[in-house]
């Protein structure tokens, strides 16, 4: 029996003897055989990205590995020099990471940081230009001539991680490392790129451990799945096995919070509109150079629509289809080129000083990353009281306003006088609920505010905006890339492309009966889709 391409064995990673022993990954094994594909799955903080990070030598300083061993061929790559792992780093073994405009160079061209891999391991020769030109087709970049000459900031998410890959490719390795390379990808893109690795590995008999928290994902492309929780190995085995009958109940309370899999039950009442739009347009204008033609960019293209009171109108669409420019004209934040703004009856873009802010007050939004939604020098309670304060409140009564909310988020008083960085990203989104809902607006707007959290916080924050959502009769406009996220919640549907909404629907009436094939490329395109559907509890869908 031939020995596995990477071997994991009984890996224990924390700090030294002397410090504080809590150990990021506890007794970790697994094997990766060539021509397969392993999904190590789990929540932040699982130890998925430093189980990687320790096989290519990338531990932060303190941390080391205290026990076991990391098997790559008939190598212990916890035994080699810092010289023998660069060798064998981007060579042998390559990783692609989650983040590509962090990974690549800003200052760089791309075509230049991708030749620069292969040259460095002394594969320089040939035509190294020519190669990377060969590696950017394979991996689908359009006119990949000339997208060798770009810098990063000038292509798009999925554009930067197929260069990315790219990179990863250049020398033939034989294990690649995924490390949530389609997290914050739009649905469609992540289904190119998950088709692209497939196909690439299949080509090339690579051996891929593929990290995710997206059991969507899994579903999809992994030949066998390992399933961590706190640094230890809850579960492994075979993909089908795994995710048709899961022996834990962490691996099915992982399955059972991917979200899409039934609508949120409608009153069937009759409700008055809150918030309507009419004929909205918005062209964006840009030029590189002052001899360079106007680019126009085409954001809202005269389109209509009507949130009610007490709804949840979900606006769905892939980056640059308009949707956060829709949340920034609603707000008075970017201006409208034309159309009618009404919100309770009254026209927001006529609205000015006193008026203006006091709508502003009762239309709050959440972003999309909380951390930076957040001053990281001020305390919580701090950031949650300052609004309330804003519109004439005491600070007794702010204070009382800010405990109160963050009990119903599920935090307690207690968070109050600790900072941003002291929590985790779900529980940071909590508190930028708290903060919104703390000033009592009428209506709620969620721009991309699950998109980058784990399966299972996505779940309990879109269980909190549901229940808030009863309670308060609150409306939302909850903006996402994600047909999964926005059946879960939302009463009814917008999909948008390209600054024009193709379709419009009740949520379960557009997932079953789509009319656009627009629509139907996303449907197509949901990770895990068929998969899931096999679950579905027959009646689960309103």
């Known amino acids: 029996?031939?020995?596995?391409?990477?071997?994991?064995?009984?890996?224990?990673?924390?700090?030294?003897?002397?410090?504080?022993?809590?150990?990021?990954?506890?007794?970790?094994?697994?094997?990766?055989e060539r021509n397969e594909i392993v999904c190590l799955v789990g929540e932040s903080g699982s130890g998925k990205s430093m189980t990687a990070h320790a096989i290519l030598g990338l531990l932060p300083s303190k941390v080391k590995a205290l026990e076991g061993a990391i098997r790559f061929g008939d190598r212990d790559l916890l035994g080699?020099?810092?010289?023998?792992?660069?060798?064998?780093r981007g060579s042998r073994i390559a990783m692609i990471f989650q983040e590509p405009l962090t990974a690549l160079n800003p200052l760089a061209r791309v075509g230049h940081q991708v030749a620069e891999a292969i040259r460095i391991h002394g594969r320089s020769e040939g035509d190294v230009g020519a190669r990377v030109v060969e590696l950017f087709g394979q991996v689908g970049l359009p006119d990949p001539a000339s997208i060798v000459s770009a810098y990063p900031f000038q292509l798009s998410g999925g554009q930067r991680q197929r260069v990315m890959i790219a990179m990863a490719l250049a020398n033939d390795p034989e294990l690649l490392i995924a490390d949530e390379p389609t997290t914050a990808l739009d649905v469609t893109t992540q289904r190119q790129i998950l088709d692209l690795i497939l196909s690439l590995q299949q080509k090339?008999?690579?051996?891929?451990?593929?990290?995710?928290?997206?059991?969507?994902?899994?579903?999809?492309?992994?030949?066998?799945?390992?399933?961590?929780?706190?640094?230890?190995?809850?579960?492994?085995?075979?993909?089908?096995?795994?995710?048709?009958?899961?022996?834990?109940?962490?691996?099915?309370?992982?399955?059972?919070?991917?979200?899409?899999?039934?609508?949120?039950?409608?009153?069937?009442?009759?409700?008055?509109?809150?918030?309507?739009?009419?004929?909205l347009r918005k062209v964006f204008t840009t030029r590189q150079n002052f001899f360079a033609k106007p680019r126009r960019v085409v954001a809202a293209e005269g389109f209509d629509l009507v949130l009610k009171r007490g709804e949840t109108l979900a606006v769905v669409g892939e980056s640059g289809s308009g949707k956060s420019t829709l949340a920034r004209m609603v707000l008075r934040l970017i201006e409208p080129d034309d159309g009618v703004i009404n919100f309770d009856g009254a026209p927001v873009r006529a609205m000015k000083g006193e008026a203006l802010r006091q709508f502003r007050r009762r239309m709050q939004i959440v972003f999309q990353d909380p951390y930076a939604s957040l001053d990281p020098r001020l305390k919580v309670g701090?950031?949650?009281?300052?609004?309330?304060?804003?519109?004439?409140?005491?600070?007794?009564?702010?204070?009382?306003?800010?405990?109160?909310?963050?009990?119903?988020?599920?935090?307690?008083?207690?968070?109050?006088?600790?900072?941003?960085?002291?929590?985790?990203?779900?529980?940071?989104q909590r508190i930028c609920i708290a903060r919104a809902l703390a000033l009592d607006p009428a209506c709620l707007i969620a721009d991309e505010a699950v998109s980058a959290l784990d399966v299972s916080v996505q779940?309990?924050?879109?269980?909190?905006?549901?229940?808030?959502?009863?309670e308060m009769g609150?409306?939302?406009?909850?903006?996402?890339?994600?047909?999964?996220?926005?059946?879960?919640?939302?009463?009814?549907?917008?999909?948008?492309?390209?600054?024009?909404?193709?379709?419009?629907?009740?949520?379960?009436?557009?997932?079953?009966?789509?009319?656009?094939?627009?629509?139907?490329?996303?449907?197509?395109a949901v990770p895990g889709r068929d998969f899931f559907k096999r679950r579905e509890p027959a009646g689960a869908v309103v």
């Open 204 to 279: 090339r008999d690579m051996g891929v451990l593929f990290i995710t928290h997206d059991i969507g994902v899994v579903a999809d492309i992994a030949d066998r799945v390992v399933v961590l929780r706190h640094g230890k190995v809850v579960e492994q085995g075979p993909a089908d096995a795994v995710l048709e009958t899961p022996q834990t109940d962490y691996t099915r309370d992982l399955l059972d919070a991917v979200p899409g899999r039934g609508a949120i039950r409608s009153t069937g009442e009759e409700r008055t509109p809150l918030l309507e739009i009419k004929a």
């Open 1 to 32: 029996m031939t020995a596995p391409l990477l071997a994991i064995e009984n890996l224990v990673l924390g700090l030294p003897e002397g410090a504080d022993r809590t150990r990021a990954v506890d007794g970790i094994s697994l094997n990766v």
């Open 459 to 470: 779940a309990q924050v879109l269980k909190l905006l549901s229940d808030l959502k009863s």
């Open 474 to 524: 609150l409306s939302m406009l909850f903006i996402t890339h994600d047909l999964r996220v926005a059946r879960e919640i939302a009463d009814r549907i917008v999909v948008m492309q390209n600054g024009k909404i193709v379709e419009q629907a009740p949520a379960a009436e557009l997932f079953d009966k789509p009319q656009a094939d627009y629509t139907k490329r996303l449907l197509a």
């Open 382 to 428: 701090e950031s949650i009281v300052r609004g309330p304060m804003a519109f004439g409140a005491s600070r007794a009564e702010a204070t009382a306003t800010a405990t109160r909310w963050l009990e119903k988020v599920g935090l307690g008083a207690q968070a109050l006088n600790r900072f941003p960085h002291e929590f985790s990203g779900g529980q940071r």
């Open 80 to 88: 080699l020099s810092p010289r023998e792992m660069r060798a064998l």
